[in-house]
């Protein structure tokens, strides 16, 4: 062996040594693979299905709808719904089968409660999570009072919001279970 494979050996040799000894004082990682408590489970788990199943207690009107969407929503979805610089959420119902179709909250969605669920787990987009029930509820309604689907006093809880038909309900193919009697 020559001076310089030599030198290459031990300068290898060296190099696997540091790793291996940096690897071992290397902190711990992220627990993948541990389980989590049923609380922590709990704390996340608020999908809302078509059924409204896991609905939280609380209501609210498209009337006091109205003063939290101007303060919290409007910046980015526009004066009643009508969008810029966000999608807007009103208007466009009868639309979808034309050359030109609008999909918005009213004209599209096929649940009220997706838009609940929605609302409560990404709105306000700079502060998701922030809404407290009753101002999500508030919204909801808001938002369907402006497609023209409730009426602005009806109240919006746990049993009314799955009871709202949506325009569009039939437009889609569900992979949600049938609702059990």
């Not at 310089?4 to 050996?9: P, T």
């Not at 060296?14 to 693979?33: F, I, V, W, Y």
């Not at 039939?170 to 992979?175: A, C, E, P, R």
Request: glycine share 10%; aromatic share 6%.
């Amino acid at each position: 062996m020559s001076t310089r494979e030599h030198i290459a050996a031990v300068a290898a040799v060296l190099l696997l040594t540091s790793c291996a000894s940096e690897r071992a004082t290397q902190p711990k990682g992220p627990a993948l693979g541990e389980p989590v408590a049923q609380a922590e489970i709990a704390r996340w788990d608020i999908s809302i299905p078509p059924s409204g199943a896991g609905l939280p207690k609380g209501s609210g009107t498209a009337r006091t709808g109205a003063a939290v969407y101007e303060q919290k929503c409007q910046a980015c979805h526009g004066a009643k719904g009508a969008g810029k610089p966000a999608d807007a959420l009103a208007g466009g119902i009868g639309s979808l089968a034309t050359k030109t179709p609008v999909r918005t909250v009213g004209s599209y969605w096929p649940y009220a409660t997706t838009l609940f669920d929605y609302v409560r787990r990404a709105m306000p987009i700079t502060n998701p999570l922030s809404l407290s029930d009753e101002e999500t509820y508030a919204v909801t309604a808001y938002v369907l009072y402006l497609n023209g689907i409730i009426g602005e006093d009806l109240a919006m809880d746990a049993q009314s919001l799955p009871q709202v038909r949506m325009p569009n309900r039939d437009g889609f193919v569900s992979d949600w279970p049938p609702r059990q009697k």
